[in-house]
């Protein structure tokens, strides 16, 4: 059995309400249900963090290895596109890593083009909805146990 950390970044806990053209309607914690039944089924444990705050994705980050993770499903947020800080965590605890967007970020606004995280993922997926989550669960599975 591995256990898979789901960290989600800021405004991610507005799924459902939040522009729903561009995110979809399923709400986040319809997701993380969702995600904890089928890494259970897999045989693995999951455990959920979303945090508005850098400062505590960063914190969650550097204890995760401590706490027995081995993959992180990781939607990183607004932060995609700004946050260095929270790059550098996952390369000081040199832990892997699926980035998930909701969106295809490819065709939005210039600016979302740019990840700061997509060089350093073990893989990436953007533009599936919800059931892009889910697809990192069984790509984290199939790590697992490679």
């Not at 967007?101 to 997926?125: P, Q, V």
């Given at each position: 059995?591995?256990?898979?950390?789901?960290?989600?970044?800021?405004n991610?806990?507005?799924?459902?309400?939040?522009?729903p053209?561009?995110?979809?309607s399923?709400?986040?914690?319809?997701?993380?249900?969702?995600?904890?039944?089928?890494?259970?089924?897999?045989?693995h444990e999951?455990?959920?963090?979303?945090?508005?705050?850098?400062?505590?994705?960063i914190?969650?980050?550097?204890?995760a290895a401590?706490?027995?993770?081995?993959?992180?499903?990781?939607?990183?947020?607004?932060?995609?596109?700004?946050?260095?800080?929270?790059r550098?965590?996952?390369?000081?605890?040199?832990?892997?890593?699926?980035?998930?967007?909701?969106?295809?970020?490819?065709?939005?606004?210039?600016f979302?083009?740019?990840s700061?995280?997509?060089?350093i993922?073990?893989?990436?997926l953007?533009?599936?909805?919800?059931?892009?989550?889910?697809?990192?669960?069984?790509?984290?599975?199939?790590?697992?146990?490679?």
């Amino acid at each position: 059995m591995s256990k898979f950390l789901l960290l989600n970044g800021p405004n991610l806990n507005l799924l459902g309400d939040r522009e729903p053209g561009v995110y979809g309607s399923t709400r986040l914690s319809d997701i993380e249900a969702r995600c904890t039944e089928l890494a259970e089924e897999l045989g693995h444990e999951l455990e959920c963090f979303q945090s508005n705050a850098e400062h505590d994705l960063i914190d969650r980050v550097q204890s995760a290895a401590a706490d027995g993770i081995q993959i992180t499903l990781f939607n990183p947020g607004g932060y995609t596109h700004t946050s260095v800080a929270l790059r550098d965590a996952f390369l000081a605890v040199k832990m892997p890593f699926i980035e998930i967007h909701l969106s295809n970020t490819f065709a939005r606004e210039d600016f979302r083009h740019k990840s700061y995280f997509s060089d350093i993922a073990t893989g990436c997926l953007f533009g599936l909805g919800a059931y892009a989550y889910e697809l990192a669960i069984l790509a984290a599975h199939r790590q697992a146990n490679n």
